[in-house]
């Protein structure tokens, strides 16, 4: 089954959409198999980490401000290469193993949205199969 999501983002940021992805299991009633979480954006991405302090988003944004600067040799029109180089790094889509109906998550992890060119109204897809 395939759910669609909508979600406004400010010029950068983590969006937890563990909830969002949990939502879509439940509807799909499937009780073992995978969920895949898709972002179909260049300048955004999807990751798996520490739901708990949110001081490792600000950490993570940082790091990845310094690995990834805006540099005045970047040739794209728009601006935004900085933006390409952080989806890449990160990835479009995670999966994540379903059983008894659950998420098989650390106690920590949550799944996150990431926007690396906003603000801009963005989506993602949740791929629920059965396994």
């Not at 708990?52 to 310094?66: C, M, N, S």
Request: net charge negative; charged share 20%.
């Amino acid at each position: 089954m395939l759910f669609e999501y909508h979600l406004n983002t400010d010029r950068e940021g983590f969006y937890n959409i563990t909830g969002q992805v949990r939502k879509a299991l439940a509807e799909s009633k499937i009780t073992s198999g995978i969920a895949v979480v898709f972002c179909p954006h260049t300048t955004a991405a999807i990751t798996i980490n520490e739901n708990a302090d949110p001081d490792v988003v600000t950490d993570l944004l940082y790091a990845l401000d310094q690995t990834y600067p805006d540099r005045p040799q970047f040739r794209h029109a728009e601006g935004n290469s900085a933006a390409h180089l952080r989806s890449s790094c990160i990835g479009t889509s995670e999966t994540v193993i379903v059983e008894d109906g659950r998420l098989v998550l650390g106690t920590w992890q949550g799944i996150y949205f990431t926007e690396f060119d906003g603000p801009r109204s963005r989506k993602f897809y949740v791929k629920i199969v059965k396994g």
